[in-house]
T-cell receptor, first 115, second 112 residues
Framework: DAGVIQSPRHEVTEMGQEVTLRCKPI?????LFWYRQTMMRGLELLIY????????DSGMPEDRFSAKMPNASFSTLKIQPSEPRDSAVYFC?????????????FGDGTRLSIL | GDSVTQMEGPVTLSEEAFLTINCTYT??????LFWYVQYPGEGLQLLLK?????DKGSNKGFEATYRKETTSFHLEKGSVQVSDSAVYFC???????????FGTGTSLTVIP
């Protein structure tokens, strides 16, 4: 079975540019999560969706960050304009809401470097 | 609030040594508890889980027991291998909610 698929795996861009990260959740999963991982702050939840609807975006650091889920099989996380402090590994995860107590399944992440 | 605290690393062990990574939690409801493992360059993978008090999760020689009296979910393995070198994350999910709360991760290096 295909897992959570993220693209690109690596992204290097200059400060001020727009960055778009993509995620395809596992088919049938109705929850999708975006995380950011840094050495300093560990793993932080940015936003999560249920049935394509954003439920909690309190972890989104600034208005420069936005996330969308136009359909059940695709989500994007966009940073505009990007800054060096946005450099991190961004993970997407998904899970099913039923049966209960199901774990999240993670993608391999996008390593983002902002120069 | 709900949170997870796990022991800080890095941890370095010799092959075949005994491993314990401590994890304690604070929860307002009735949590399910998880251990995830992250190998270099990869995403997090579920290692094991326990959904109620006194449950023991186990996988690949790793074990953790859900201890409600001590609010703990310590990860143990009797004999580690070089291939166990990774970062280990403890996490909880309140059964009435949807959000996972992760610990900061503990880096383990096993040397031959």
């Amino acid at each position: 079975d295909a897992g959570v698929i993220q693209s690109p795996r690596h992204e290097v861009t200059e400060m001020g540019q727009e960055v778009t990260l993509r995620c395809k959740p596992i088919s049938g999963h109705d929850y999708l999560f975006w995380y950011r991982q840094t050495m300093m702050r560990g793993l932080e939840l940015l936003i999560y969706f249920n049935n394509n609807v954003p439920i909690d975006d309190s972890g989104m650091p600034e208005d420069r960050f936005s996330a969308k889920m136009p359909n059940a099989s695709f989500s994007t996380l966009k940073i505009q304009p990007s800054e060096p402090r946005d450099s991190a590994v961004y993970f997407c995860a998904s899970r099913t809401g039923y049966p209960p107590n199901q774990p999240q399944h993670f993608g391999d992440g996008t390593r983002l470097s902002i120069l | 609030g709900d949170s997870v605290t796990q022991m800080e690393g890095p941890v370095t062990l010799s092959e075949e040594a005994f491993l314990t990574i401590n994890c304690t939690y604070t929860a307002t409801g009735y949590p399910s508890l998880f251990w995830y493992v992250q190998y270099p360059g990869e995403g997090l993978q579920l290692l094991l889980k326990a959904t109620k008090a006194d449950d023991k999760g186990s996988n690949k020689g790793f074990e953790a027991t859900y201890r409600k009296e001590t609010t703990s979910f310590h990860l143990e393995k009797g004999s580690v291998q070089v291939s166990d070198s990774a970062v280990y994350f403890c996490a909880l999910r309140i059964n009435t909610g949807n959000q996972f709360y992760f610990g900061t991760g503990t880096s383990l290096t096993v040397i031959p």
